[in-house]
C-alpha cells in the first residue's frame, strides 16, 4: 500500500484536524507516495525505537509523541534530534505522529473502557464533532476555529460559512445548547467506576487495567471514590477539569510534589501512573487497527515491547 493509503486508515481513526494548535502530526518525515510493506508502533521515536524498526525493516514508523516538535533551522548530526532525522531518511523509513488528534479520538475513550466507566463525559472538551457531516464527507471533514473564539463567533462563523462543520472552541464554552448531531469530543473522560470502593481497591483496578507494577497515589488509602476522572499523559491541565467535573480521583502522568498536595488539599485523591505507563495502550490499539484495516494487503505491524523509559531502583 502507498503511504498515503495508510495515512487515509489513521486519518478514520485519527483525523489530523483534530489534533491542538500547538500540536505537530502528521506525515513528519518522508514520501506519501513511498510503498509500505512494514510499520512499526512505539510511543516515541527514541534512538532504540528507530534502531528496532530498522531492524525489523519498517517503511513507516508511526508514534503518538512528535519528534519533531518545535521549529527547527538546521538538521545535522550535532544534534540529537537531526540525527534521528537523518537516520530515518538513510533509512527510507517514513515518519507519522499521531499525538493530540489520538488523544482526543482514541486515547480518551479507551482509557474510560479499559476501566469500565459508565455515564462517560469529556474531561476537557476541544471541539465538537457534526456527526452528520462526518458521515455525509466520511470522517475527517473538520474546520479549524481558533482556541480562543467565543461561542457566539462560532456560531456567526457557520451561519456565515453555511456549513455544518467542526471547530474547535474554548474549553470555557459552554456547549450543552448545542443539537444532537453534534457531540463534544476532548482530551480525557470522567464517569463513574462500577460502584464506590476504597482507594486501595481503585489503585488495584487502574494498576491491572494498565499493567502497572507500580503507581504514585496522593491520598488516604481508605477514602471513598466512585467518580473517577482519566487523562493519559501529562496530568497539568487535568487536575483542575477533574475538579470542576467533581472526581473523587483523577488517573494520570508527570503528577509534581505541588500539583498533588495541592490536589489533595482540595479533595481530589491523585494517582499517577506514569505517562508512558498510562499511554502505552496507543500501542497495541494501533497495532490491531491497522492489522483489521490492511487485511489482505500483505502489511506487517510490529508494536514496541513495553518498556518504561526509566527504571525504579
Ligand atoms: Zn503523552
Known amino acids: 500500500m502507498l503511504c498515503k493509503d495508510i495515512i487515509k486508515i489513521l486519518e478514520k481513526q485519527s483525523p489530523e484536524s483534530y489534533a491542538l494548535e500547538?500540536?505537530?502530526v502528521g506525515l513528519l518525515i518522508g514520501d506519501c507516495n513511498k510503498e509500505i510493506r512494514t510499520i512499526y508502533i512505539a510511543l516515541d521515536a527514541t534512538d532504540e525505537v528507530i534502531r528496532q524498526a530498522k531492524e525489523h525493516k519498517a517503511d513507516l514508523l508511526l508514534t503518538h509523541h512528535p519528534l519533531i516538535f518545535k521549529g527547527l533551522k538546521k538538521i545535522n548530526t550535532d544534534d540529537f534530534i537531526g540525527?534521528?532525522?537523518?537516520?530515518?531518511?538513510?533509512s527510507d523509513i517514513a515518519y507519522y505522529a499521531m499525538h493530540t488528534n489520538f488523544d482526543v479520538l482514541g486515547m480518551a475513550e479507551l482509557s474510560a473502557q479499559k476501566l469500565n466507566l459508565t455515564e462517560t463525559k469529556v474531561l476537557s472538551v476541544t471541539c465538537v464533532r457534526d456527526l452528520k457531516a462526518e458521515q455525509a464527507e466520511g470522517i475527517g471533514g473538520l474546520g479549524k476555529l481558533s482556541e480562543s473564539v467565543s461561542l457566539k463567533d462560532y456560531a456567526k462563523n457557520e451561519q456565515e460559512e453555511g456549513i455544518g462543520r467542526v471547530g474547535k472552541l474554548s474549553e470555557s464554552v459552554s456547549l450543552k445548547d448545542y443539537a444532537k448531531n453534534e457531540?463534544?469530543?476532548?482530551?480525557g473522560r470522567v464517569g463513574k467506576l462500577s460502584e464506590q470502593m476504597s482507594l486501595k481497591d481503585c489503585v488495584g483496578q487502574v494498576k491491572a487495567a494498565f499493567s502497572l507494577a507500580q503507581v504514585q497515589v496522593y491520598g488516604e488509602l481508605t477514602q471513598k471514590v466512585h467518580t473517577l476522572a482519566i487523562s493519559p499523559g501529562s496530568g497539568k491541565s487535568a487536575i483542575e477539569a477533574?475538579?470542576?467535573a467533581k472526581a473523587d480521583v483523577l488517573v494520570t502522568g508527570d503528577v509534581d510534589h505541588h500539583m498533588g498536595i495541592d490536589a489533595i488539599a482540595q479533595g481530589l485523591a491523585v494517582i499517577d501512573g506514569g505517562h508512558y505507563g498510562v499511554e502505552k495502550i496507543f500501542i497495541p490499539y494501533m497495532k490491531q487497527?491497522?492489522?483489521?484495516?490492511?487485511?489482505?494487503?500483505?502489511i506487517t505491524v510490529f508494536g514496541q515491547a513495553f518498556e518504561e523509559p526509566f527504571v525504579y531502583c
Open 83 to 90: 540525527r534521528r532525522i537523518i537516520t530515518l531518511i538513510q
Open 289 to 298: 487497527f491497522l492489522e483489521e484495516q490492511t487485511k489482505g494487503e500483505g
Open 242 to 244: 477533574a475538579l470542576q
Open 183 to 187: 457531540q463534544e469530543e476532548g482530551i
Open 22 to 24: 500547538w500540536d505537530n
